[in-house]
């Protein structure tokens, strides 16, 4: 009988206040919805904000789990997990920035060993530059999603990255554009961005999903696309997050070709 194993999904960007982090709630909120079980493993180790959003009490963090892993005092990767619902737990970054660099990230790959088989969907959020980090996150990923603005700083530093990812020879990596940032920001069409960048646009999260007391949903605790006020309001828009959310679920044979 084969072992199940998660998908692995990183999120991350080139800079930020891109909504990196809340489109991370989002989709783990969606693949709850689908009765899929999720862990979020916060990988910005220097400003994670996944525990706090959530209003998570945080005991042990990635640094307790990384120093328990490396004197021999690990027992339960139990001790360690942060319970959002019976759907969805959590992985927290540090909550002093100052242990990023004491976390090695070597052990990533320990880490993720012990919580393949619990979950259907693991979402690693990341800091916004390729940090050792980040690049083991993308080491074990099944899908790098890069979410982006429609802001002429973001286009510039997207279209260098993807040189990066193509001359890396990264093919397993989609591009997200965020519109509902702010729904008056739209300087240029996605058929500038497109030439802009070198490579598609995948998705697009909608400029009607604009959540203008998304603060609140950060006070409460709460993700947006498990209220279901929200989606009465907003069905549309939450099914077209359910459509990325399934896409990412597939097997990569659906990756970008490199061009050399």
């Known amino acids: 009988m084969a072992i199940k194993k998660a998908k692995v999904i990183t999120i991350t960007s080139v800079k930020g206040g891109v909504g990196k982090t809340t489109t991370v709630l989002n989709l783990a909120g969606v693949y709850a919805s689908m009765g899929k079980k999720v862990l979020i493993i916060d990988m910005d180790l ?25 004197n021999g005092r690990f027992q339960d990767i139990e001790n360690y997990l942060l319970h959002y619902s019976d759907k969805i737990d959590v992985l927290a970054s540090p909550k002093d920035p100052r242990l990023e660099n004491r976390i090695s990230s070597d052990y990533l790959n320990l880490i993720l060993g012990k919580v393949v088989s619990m ?12 940090s050792l980090h980040t690049l083991n996150c993308m080491d074990h990923s099944d899908w790098i999603v890069y979410l982006m603005s429609n802001d002429p700083m973001d286009l510039k530093n997207m279209k260098s990255m993807i040189s990066v990812l193509k001359n890396m020879e990264r093919t397993n990596f989609k591009i997200i554009l965020n ?17 802009i960048i070198k490579d598609n646009i995948d998705y697009t999260i909608p400029s009607n999903f604009y959540i203008k007391n998304i603060h609140k949903y950060v006070l409460d605790g709460k993700i947006p696309t498990l209220d279901p006020k929200l989606g009465l309001v907003n069905r549309k828009s939450i099914d077209h997050f359910k459509k990325i959310a399934e896409s990412l679920l597939k097997d990569n044979n659906t990756s970008k070709q490199v061009n050399k």
């Open 119 to 130: 979950y259907d969907v693991i979402l690693m959020d990341t800091i916004h530059h390729m």
């Open 46 to 70: 220097s400003s994670g904000a996944i525990a706090l959003s959530l209003n998570l009490d945080v005991q042990k963090d990635l640094f307790y789990l990384a120093e328990d892993l490396n």
């Open 179 to 195: 519109d509902s940032l702010d729904h008056r920001m739209h300087y240029f069409s996605k058929y500038d961005i497109k030439n």
